[in-house]
C-alpha cells in the first residue's frame, strides 16, 4: 500500500467537496448570517446543538463563535430534555446540526425547542429530513462520498460542516465590525494576547534612557553616549526639541568605509533625515510592520506632536517575546 498517495487520495475528496459546498452557497447563507447577527445585536446568543460527529463539529463552531465576540452556548441534546432547555431564550437563535437530518435525539427537541420565540437554522446534508422541515433556514451540508474508503466513517461531511461553520462565523465577524482589538480582550493571555494588547509606548526605551544629541553633535561624543545607554542609536534632535534625524551604528560603518574622517564630524552630516517613526500609542504589531518592511532595527517612538518620546528595537519585541 502506498501511504502518501492514499492519503493525498483523502485530501483531494474533500478538497472537492468543499469546492461543491462553495458553489451552492446562497442566499439562505446570506439569512443565516442576519439571523445570527440579529440575536447578537440583541443580547442574545446562538445556540448549537449537534449529536455525535456533528456534535463534535458543533462544540468547535461554538469556540469559534466565543472566540470572536458572538455568545454561544452548547445544547447536550441528550440533557435538554431533561432541564437543559432552560439554556434557550426567547430571541436566541438556534444553529441545529446533523447530516442526516434525522438522528433521533436531535429531532425530538426540535418541536420544543420551536416553542421557544428562536430562529432555527439547520446545517444537514439531506435539506428534505426532520430537521430541515424544522428549521426557518437550511444550510446544505451534504457530500456525495465520504473520504472513507468504505463511504462510510463521517470524513468529508464532517469537514463540509466545519468549514461552513467558520464562514458563518467569519462572516459574522465582519457584520459585526470586529476589530483586532476586540479580539485581543478576548484573548488577553499567551502569546497571542501580548501582540495584541501591547502598545508601542509599552515595550519601548523611554528618551532619558537613549543617546539624544544635537545635530552638531561630534559623531565621537554621539558614539560615546550610544556605548554608555547600550543602544544601537542616537536620536537626533534640534533645540526645540523637534525631531532632526537618526544615527545609527550602520550610518557610522557607511561613514568609516567612505574614508572620511570621522571622529570631529557633526553627526548630521551622516544621520538618516526624516526616520522612520511611529506614535506611542500605536499597536506593537503595527511596529513590527513598519520594521518589517523598511528592514530596519530601530524605530523613533514620537507623541502627538511629533517629538520623540522613545525608541524601538527588534531587541525590545524579541525580549517581550512579541518575535
Not at 5 to 33: H, N, P, T, W
Not at 69 to 80: I, Y
Not at 108 to 132: C, H
Amino acid at each position: 500500500m502506498n501511504y502518501l498517495e492514499r492519503a493525498k487520495r483523502v485530501i483531494a475528496l474533500e478538497v472537492d467537496e468543499l469546492q461543491r459546498l462553495s458553489a451552492r452557497l446562497g442566499e439562505s447563507f446570506c439569512q443565516a448570517v442576519d439571523i445570527l447577527k440579529d440575536a447578537i445585536d440583541q443580547h442574545r446568543k446562538i445556540v448549537v446543538v449537534g449529536v455525535g460527529k456533528s456534535g463534535n463539529i458543533g462544540h468547535k463552531i461554538a469556540a469559534t463563535l466565543n472566540s470572536t465576540g458572538a455568545s454561544a452556548v452548547v445544547l447536550n441534546s441528550q440533557n435538554a430534555l431533561h432541564g437543559d432547555l432552560g439554556l434557550v431564550s426567547p430571541g436566541d437563535a438556534v444553529l441545529a446540526m446533523s447530516q442526516s437530518g434525522e438522528t433521533k435525539e436531535l429531532v425530538d427537541l426540535l418541536p420544543y425547542v420551536r416553542r421557544f420565540e428562536v430562529k432555527v437554522i439547520g446545517m444537514t446534508g439531506k435539506p428534505e429530513s426532520a430537521l430541515g422541515r424544522h428549521s426557518d433556514i437550511v444550510l446544505n451540508t451534504g457530500v456525495e462520498r465520504e473520504a472513507c474508503p468504505l463511504n462510510l466513517a463521517p470524513t468529508s461531511s464532517s469537514t463540509v460542516m466545519l468549514v461552513l461553520g467558520d464562514a458563518l462565523a467569519m462572516v459574522l465577524l465582519e457584520a459585526r465590525g470586529f476589530r483586532s482589538e476586540d479580539f485581543a480582550k478576548l484573548h488577553p493571555s499567551g502569546h497571542l494576547g501580548r501582540i495584541l494588547l501591547t502598545r508601542v509606548s509599552d515595550v519601548m526605551r523611554p528618551l532619558k534612557a537613549l543617546a539624544v544629541v544635537g545635530p552638531d553633535t561630534p559623531v565621537k561624543e554621539a558614539l560615546r553616549q550610544m556605548t554608555a545607554c547600550r543602544t544601537g542609536a542616537a536620536i537626533v534632535c534640534g533645540p526645540d526639541g523637534a525631531l532632526a534625524g537618526i544615527f545609527t551604528h550602520g550610518d557610522f560603518v557607511r561613514g568609516f568605509q567612505s574614508g572620511e574622517a570621522l571622529a570631529e564630524s557633526p553627526v548630521s552630516r551622516h544621520m538618516t533625515q526624516d526616520p522612520i517613526a511611529i506614535p506611542g500609542e500605536k499597536l506593537a504589531t503595527e511596529a513590527l510592520q513598519l520594521l518589517d518592511r523598511h528592514r530596519i532595527d530601530d524605530l523613533i517612538v514620537i507623541d502627538d506632536s511629533g517629538k520623540p518620546i522613545g525608541l524601538l528595537d527588534t531587541q525590545d519585541l524579541s525580549r517581550m517575546k512579541l518575535i
